[in-house]
């Protein structure tokens, strides 16, 4: 019971990013919604490391690492997007398409 | 070195040297390409002549392995081996003399080719390399390789050297022989897969006595054999063409240079009768009985469908695209014969063919260059200003339209001899095609040669490209033949007339492997 | 010398290869190489002939080409009947070779003339030696090749163009029906050579109906070879050639190919009632229908050509009537007259430039020579008494009667009677009266004249080779003393006479004394008379019949081929390439879209794994 209150959060958090994630045009609330997903991933991790079959520490050890690897992409998805907009002045998606044309 | 290797690859080393040659010096390219394509035709005709006085062929087979594929999960053989295999018999030998002539000769031929001319004689010697290939392979995984490589190459050659819708020939050419070599591929994967070998020789052991001792695979069904058979004869269909797969052909042959359509016609198109014999008849006799009739029906077809297409078309090059689809009619009729005469004559029909149609190809690439168009209505009389090349001219459109003493003449008389025996009445019909070939080509070649010189040639001038007409008005003759262009012509008309006079030249080395053939469809 | 007999047609094949090459530096000189080939030719001939009539048949093969077990075979024959041709043949050949020299004079492609004579010739030469069908044919082919070659010979003439054309393609109809039945004996007999085909027919091997079918099929070649009903048509276009070659190909040597061929197949004709029917009846009908056309033509060739054609099928009519040997003799004779008729126009279209008789006229005194020996052939052809063209007309009319088919034989008269008319009118058209030309009108150099004295000389002493009165040598040659000569009814040669004299004297009274009018058959049957102007509308018949058909296929196919072959074509790479671009839309580069097909895809494959609850494979 209680694990599938986690797994319907990480669920509902999941599809809420990735409707973010494939509709929205700024790069900054993709960025954000991708957040999202891998923290719907890292609930996931948490809650089935606790109460899944073999409960352990596995599931931790990879929800730190889901969140340090985030982070760094993070940071490097927000240093390109700077040079992007440095470069363009914008951060629409659809208007990065310099190598289509 | 072996003998046959070398044979193959000798062009090889013609296209190596001409990476080194600049491109604007285009006399030495000329010369070193045409010298390239010396090498084979000598080995070729040494082989020739040797098995004319008793060499047996099989001495030159060679085989290495290739790649050797080891503990695969679905072979329990220790290691799956797919072999460099090359060999030839009779049948082979008479495509590879037949290939090695012509591709001297279109070599010569193309001292018409102006632009790009090194990457032009890399292809062609390429082109040539496949086509000796395919004929030398004894493996079903070389031959396709060397198709492949005929089909790029001449891809290419259409496609930057050909008229003003190359590209759309090129596509055309691509689209049609891509998919007959892909169907090929299925019937080749499916073959090895299902025999474990690839060897031409094997092969045929192997369906001949399915449950030979040592082989793992069950033997193929009787309905997976009608299967392959029909996958490979329509993929040869495409090639050779058969109607309704005929409009690449006429594309090709109206786009491509000249000197490439000597080869296009004279060799290419003779691969699907060099497939539809060795892997046909030669490795599914009972099944190819079965298909023996729509064959010939579609020979008949053929013959006719060309010969009427022929009737009306404006453009030479199309009357002689519309005959070689008449002719290769004359080769499917051969082969729905099915007995000896029928597939000697397919045979005699595709060797006489290509050296027909190179001959009038090798004219028409003249005409093109002298006249500026090769469009029937808008010449006549040209026997007078250039008496020499008309004299060929006629003499390609009597050999077209079977005359006896040439060798068109023996390859129809042969097929049809065979086609009479198994259905006389359906060989009636297509000895009409006899009539009708005779009224396409004295139609197009009278009307270009024979009658009023009028200035018909002023009015092509306007129609031409400025720098062209600027050139010809300074030079208001029409130049005759000359030299250069006249000993290939010469040589052709030679070989024409020997092969017309003395069939047994070529009957002699097929005699062996018709016997085997035979033996095979007698059981 | 009969194992020599090859090197006869390898004379004037010399001559062609080397007029080919170095005619155009020898020029003149060239007429002497051909003449000098001919020459050796008729010696050599003469030498087989004479080995012949103290020897039997020789014949001698070679291996051609090898089918498995089937050796077809090359070779040459010496028969009673092919020595004789090869004499005929290369003697008119020679003659017309010397004619030339003169005819010629001055033409630009003079050498290539005579290169095309010596290919002509060799190719006639070789049909008489071949000693099976498939030989036969390769030669009937190459002789069709000289011809086409030779009426085209003034090739930027459109009318020599057509002629050329029309020749090579008519003919080759007939060829084709040669082709089917060669092939279909071949199944049968398993052999091409005459010998081994006789003994098929003679043993029962071949079934009567094949018998009748394969003979009907070789005729339809025979046909249109010698120009016979309905095939005849390129016959007098052909005359579009130089005269020379009218008198060598078109009237003497090559028309007669195709009697020869069914004399050479006798016992295969023999065989068959019917086809010897079919022979009898296109023979004779053509005898007359080209007699009826030869009327109320006003070219000087074409008149003769006509007549030709009626003549061919005098011939044909004799081997339908089962007399081998009065088809050869009339053969002969007519070779030697038709040969001195032409060789006679050509030599007054040489002095008058003109070839309408319309234009001609009182043309006796100017040429003394050419004149006299015109009448002396129109003597002959009318078949008048002592003439060479009596004996053997007398032949076959005979023959005709013996053989029971009456009506025939009345059509034969008819056609006597219409040939004396047309040949007179054309004499009395030409050589009497007043003239009708401008300019005057030499005799032509001694080269043309010897040849026509010669021909004038035959036209009339070869007749006796074959007469009631000193009996039969060309019979008895001809088939190896067997030949007994059947009683004709006396009357016949009367009649023959008598029809002969009655055409002379009614063209007299029309064209020389003028007693009757000359339209008076045109004023009373005006349409009858453009039927005959137009050649009873056989051609036209044949340009609104076959010709229109045929190109209507052609391009009822052209439309198949452009539109629906190619369409389906369309059809198939519109298809890919419409599903390609379709295809590329959604590849817009776009990560968005991207990750949502991924999802959609991915969202498909739970559903589906949701529904069936597992791995299917």
Excluded at chain 3, 177 to 190: A, H, P
Excluded at chain 3, 196 to 209: H, K, Y
Excluded at chain 3, 375 to 393: D, E, H, M, Q, Y
Excluded at chain 3, 588 to 598: C, E, I, P, S
């Amino acid at each position: 019971m209680t694990l599938s209150a986690y797994l319907a959060l990480a669920l509902i958090l999941f599809c809420i990013g990735l409707y973010g994630a494939l509709t929205k045009r700024n790069t900054v609330i993709v960025l954000i919604c991708i957040e999202l997903m891998l923290n719907a991933v890292n609930i996931n991790f948490v809650a089935f490391a606790k109460y899944g079959a073999h409960p352990g520490v596995h599931g931790h050890v990879f929800a730190l690492f889901a969140i340090a690897i985030a982070a760094a992409e993070a940071a490097v998805g927000l240093a390109a997007l700077i040079a992007f907009y440095r470069n363009r002045k914008t951060v629409q998606v659809d208007e990065a398409n310099s190598l289509k044309h | 070195m072996s003998f046959l290797s070398l044979l193959v690859f000798s062009p090889l080393l013609g296209i190596i040297l001409l990476a080194f040659v600049r491109r604007t010096d285009t006399k030495t390219i000329q010369w070193l390409g045409t010298a390239a394509t010396v090498p084979p035709l000598l080995l070729a005709l040494f082989a020739f002549i040797r098995s004319g006085s008793g060499f047996r062929l099989e001495q030159l087979d060679e085989s290495y392995d290739w790649v050797r594929l080891a503990n695969l999960p679905f072979f329990t053989d220790a290691a799956y081996v797919i072999r460099y295999e090359l060999g030839i018999d009779g049948l082979s030998l008479l495509f590879i003399v037949l290939t090695a002539v012509l591709g001297t000769l279109a070599a010569v031929a193309s001292l018409l080719i102006k632009v790009e001319k090194k990457g032009y004689f890399m292809w062609l010697l390429a082109l040539e390399i496949g086509m000796l290939g395919v004929f030398a392979a004894a493996n079903f995984i070389w031959f396709f390789l060397f198709l492949e490589v005929t089909l790029v190459a001449m891809f290419l050659l259409v496609g930057k050297w050909g008229g003003f819708e190359r590209e759309r020939a090129a596509y055309g050419y691509l689209l049609y022989n891509g998919l007959g070599s892909a169907l090929l591929l299925v019937v080749i994967a499916v073959l090895v897969a299902r025999t474990g070998t690839a060897n031409f020789a094997l092969l045929h052991e192997t369906l001949h006595n399915p449950v030979a001792e040592g082989q793992l695979i069950a033997p193929l069904t009787a309905e997976a054999r009608y299967w392959l058979l029909g996958g490979l004869l329509l993929a040869f269909a495409v090639k050779l063409p058969a109607v309704p797969l005929h409009r690449w052909l006429v594309r090709v042959h109206v786009e491509a240079p000249p000197p490439v359509v000597m080869l296009h016609a004279g060799v290419l198109l003779k691969i699907a009768t060099y497939g539809m014999i060795r892997f046909g008849i030669g490795l599914f006799p009972d099944e190819f009985r079965a298909f023996a009739g729509a064959i010939a029906v579609l020979g008949v077809i053929n013959i006719l469908y060309g010969a009427l297409l022929a009737l009306r078309q404006r453009e030479l090059k199309h009357v002689l695209a519309y005959s070689s689809v008449s002719h290769m009619g004359v080769v499917l009729v051969g082969l729905g014969a099915l007995n000896e005469a029928g597939i000697q004559g397919a045979v005699f029909q595709s060797v006489a063919h290509g050296l027909i149609a190179a001959l009038s190809f090798l004219l028409v690439g003249v005409l093109a260059n002298r006249i500026g168009t090769t469009d029937i209505h808008r010449l006549g009389g040209l026997a007078k200003a250039m008496p020499i090349f008309s004299g060929y001219l006629l003499t390609a459109a009597l050999a077209l339209l079977g005359l006896p003493g040439l060798a068109g003449f023996v390859g129809e008389l042969t097929a049809f001899l065979g086609l009479f025996e198994t259905k006389p009445a359906l060989a009636a019909a297509g000895a009409l095609g006899l009539i009708f070939a005779a009224v396409y080509s004295l139609r197009a070649i009278l009307d270009i040669t024979f009658g009023h010189t009028r200035e018909r040639y002023e009015s092509t001038l306007g129609l031409r490209g400025a720098k062209e007409s600027a050139a010809s008005v300074s030079e208001p003759r029409v130049i005759d033949l000359q030299a250069k262009e006249a000993v290939p012509a010469f040589v052709l008309v030679a070989l024409i007339v020997a092969v017309g006079v003395y069939p047994q030249l070529l009957a002699e080395p097929l005699a062996t492997v018709l016997e085997t053939m035979m033996n095979g469809l007698g059981g | 010398m009969m194992n020599l007999a090859w090197v006869v047609p390898l004379f004037p094949l010399c001559s062609f290869a080397l007029l080919l090459l170095f005619g155009r530096k020898w020029k003149k000189a060239s007429a002497y190489v051909g003449i000098v080939a001919t020459l050796l030719s008729l010696l050599a001939a003469l030498g087989v002939l004479a080995g012949r009539l103290g020897g039997t048949t020789y014949e001698a093969n070679w291996t051609w080409m090898q089918i498995g077990d089937v050796t077809l075979t090359a070779g040459f024959s010496v028969t009673a009947l092919n020595a004789w041709m090869l004499v005929v043949v290369a003697f008119v050949s020679w003659l017309v070779h010397i004619y030339s020299q003169g005819y010629m004079a001055g033409d630009e492609r003079f050498s290539t003339f005579y290169a095309y004579l010596g290919l002509f010739t060799f190719a006639m030469l070789g049909l008489v030696l071949s000693p099976n069908l498939l030989q036969a044919y390769i030669f009937w082919e190459l002789v069709g090749l000289g011809s086409f070659l030779l009426i085209g010979f003034y090739f930027y003439k459109e009318e020599a163009k057509a002629a050329a054309k029309k020749a090579f393609i008519m003919t080759r109809i007939g060829d084709v029906g040669f082709f089917i039945g060669m092939l279909l004996l071949f199944w049968q007999t398993k052999s091409f050579d005459y010998d081994d085909i006789f003994r098929a027919v003679g043993d029962g091997t071949l079934s009567p109906g094949m018998t009748t079918l394969t003979a009907i099929l070789i005729f339809i070649g025979a046909i249109g070879k010698s120009g016979q009903f309905p095939l005849h048509t390129w016959l007098p276009d052909a005359m579009e050639g130089p005269t020379p070659v009218s008198a060598l190909i078109h009237a003497a040597t090559m028309v007669a190919a195709g009697v020869y061929l069914v004399a050479a197949l006798f016992p295969l004709y023999e065989a068959s009632e019917a086809a010897m029917m079919t022979v009898a009846v296109i023979g004779g009908v053509t005898a007359i229908f080209a007699a009826t056309i030869g009327l109320v033509q006003t070219d000087i060739k074409r008149v003769l050509a006509y007549s030709t054609i009626s003549q061919l099928g005098y011939m044909m009519l004799a081997l339908g009537s089962g007399s081998y040997v009065a088809a050869i003799f009339h053969l002969t004779t007519h070779a030697f007259f038709k040969a001195l008729l032409f060789l006679a126009a050509g030599s007054v279209i040489h002095a008058v430039h003109t070839q309408n008789i319309e234009e001609m006229g009182g043309l006796w005194r100017r040429l003394p020579w050419t004149a006299p020996l015109f009448l002396v052939g129109a003597l002959s052809i009318s078949g008048v008494p002592l003439f060479a063209g009596f004996f053997s007309k007398d032949e076959i009319l005979a023959a005709a009667w013996l053989n029971g088919s009456v009506e025939l034989f009345w059509l034969a008269v008819a056609a006597a009677l219409l040939t004396s008319f047309y040949m007179f009118r054309l004499f009395f058209l030409v050589f009497t009266g007043e003239a009708r030309h401008d300019g005057d009108a030499h005799e032509a150099p001694m080269s043309m004249v010897g040849p026509m004295v010669v021909l004038g000389v035959l036209s009339v002493a070869s007749g006796y080779i074959q007469t009631p009165w000193f009996g039969s040598f060309l019979g008895e040659w001809l088939t190896d003393g067997a030949y007994h000569h059947e009683a004709a009814p006396g009357w016949i040669a009367v009649v023959a006479t008598i029809v002969s004299l009655v055409g002379i004297l009614l063209a007299w009274l029309m064209y020389g004394k003028r007693t009757v009018p000359r339209d008076w058959l045109s004023a009373r049957a005006p349409h009858g008379y453009e039927l005959l102007r137009r050649h009873y509308y056989v051609d036209d018949f044949y340009r609104w019949t076959v010709v229109a058909l045929v190109s209507f296929i052609s391009r009822l196919l052209a439309y198949v081929d452009r539109y629906l072959v190619e369409g389906i074509v369309r059809l198939v790479t519109g298809t890919v390439s419409a599903a390609a671009s379709a295809g590329s839309r959604g590849q817009n580069g776009q990560a968005q879209t991207y990750g949502a097909v991924t999802v959609a895809g991915l969202a498909i494959l739970v559903v589906i794994f949701a529904l069936t609850g597992g791995y299917w494979l």
